[in-house]
């Protein structure tokens, strides 16, 4: 067995607070959020909102919950929202917009760069006619599996949506991830959108916590969605504190994650039975021969290296993982797959 630190890449939600993080969130000042009570809360929902551009934020525990409550705050009953095939909104939260919402979601097949074309939004929306649920919304990703979403492409999207009526809603679970990618401000990659839904608990490190943003009626709204939804949360100021931390001293570091996930990249690729694709931001995906699962697995798990074995296997870098645990894990599949 291994005699040092786990390489943890299975993904940037396993990182622990660090010993600033769990000072701030020891020390910070608190009150019942439910009566609107909680100072850190507060102020971090007022930071949120002017970082990314909006009028309001709200805290909300997860980031599923976070676009459940948008989802039912931009839809109801019998609407319909287009998201793509691959998103999270659509495939990895049980399906809650049409269990607990009624929302019937309308997937659309994504592009290979993670957006979702044009024509076939286009061609998804309803017509105003009794046999169809009324198209409400559209829903993007970014980044998405790993992937940036380019600004231009945002445009472009965000204003077929507004020429055909429908709201807009970002699953920024990453976006200081994209925002790093693309050079651009956080709030830039949220231009246009009605609201966004950022998670802290991935490259920022947080234990829990999602921020979402919107205008002041919207996020009345969801406000009221979040207590229905169980996420109204009493002395929450603690997990704000962290958020508060992270913010501050966690984004400018996300370009680290992206370069130690191209370091990752370049080491694994060209090892014979491995095929790497390359890394955009924090993410790099390994294919491997579906034979060879269970003994890389194996073989990872004795070297110290978690990682979620597949045939395709997702390898995820955050602030928990340095240069030096990249290199054990391109050492750990190089002392496999290298005969
Ligand atoms: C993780 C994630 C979520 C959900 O966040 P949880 O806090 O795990 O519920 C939503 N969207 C994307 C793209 C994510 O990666």
């Known amino acids: 067995m291994h005699d040092t630190k786990w390489v943890d890449l299975r993904s940037d939600t396993v990182t622990q607070p660090s010993a600033g993080m769990r000072a701030a969130m020891l020390s910070a000042p608190l009150g019942d959020d439910v009566f609107g009570d909680d100072p850190t809360v507060n102020r971090l929902q007022g930071v949120t909102a002017e970082l990314l551009g909006f009028e309001a934020a709200l805290l909300l525990p997860t980031g599923t919950q976070s676009n459940l409550a948008a989802l039912m705050s931009h839809c109801g009953r019998g609407d319909e929202y ?57 829903a993007l990703e970014n980044t998405i599996g790993g992937r940036v979403v380019s600004r231009a492409y945002l445009d472009a999207a965000i204003d077929l949506a507004n020429r055909r009526g429908l709201a807009t809603h970002l699953d920024g679970a990453r976006l200081f991830n994209a925002a790093t990618k693309l050079g651009i401000a956080p709030k830039d990659v949220c231009r246009g959108f009605d609201s966004v839904s950022v998670c802290l608990s991935k490259g920022l490190g947080t234990p829990a916590g999602t921020m979402l943003a919107g205008s002041k009626a919207f996020i009345k709204t969801a406000h009221r969605m979040r207590k229905m939804l169980g996420g109204a949360m009493r002395q929450a100021g603690v997990i704000a504190a962290a958020g508060l931390y992270a913010l501050e001293y966690n984004v400018t570091r996300i370009a680290d994650d992206h370069a130690n996930a191209e370091r990752l990249a370049r080491g694994l690729s060209g090892i014979p039975g491995l095929v790497v694709e390359g890394a955009q931001t924090n993410m790099v995906f390994v294919r491997v021969a579906a034979e060879q699962v269970a003994t890389l697995n194996t073989h990872m798990q004795q070297t110290g290296i978690r990682i979620l074995a597949a045939p395709r296997i997702r390898l995820v870098t955050h602030l928990d993982v340095d240069a030096g645990g990249i290199d054990r894990a391109i050492t750990a599949f190089k002392s496999l797959f290298v005969k």
């Not at 399906?95 to 592009?111: C, D, R």
């Open 82 to 138: 287009l998201v793509g095939q691959e998103a999270h909104t659509y495939r990895y939260e049980a399906g809650g917009g049409a269990v607990l919402g009624s929302i019937q979601p309308q997937p659309i097949t994504n592009q290979p760069d993670g957006s979702i074309a044009l024509a076939d939004i286009e061609a998804a929306i309803k017509p105003d006619d009794a046999h169809f649920a009324r198209t409400r919304l559209l």
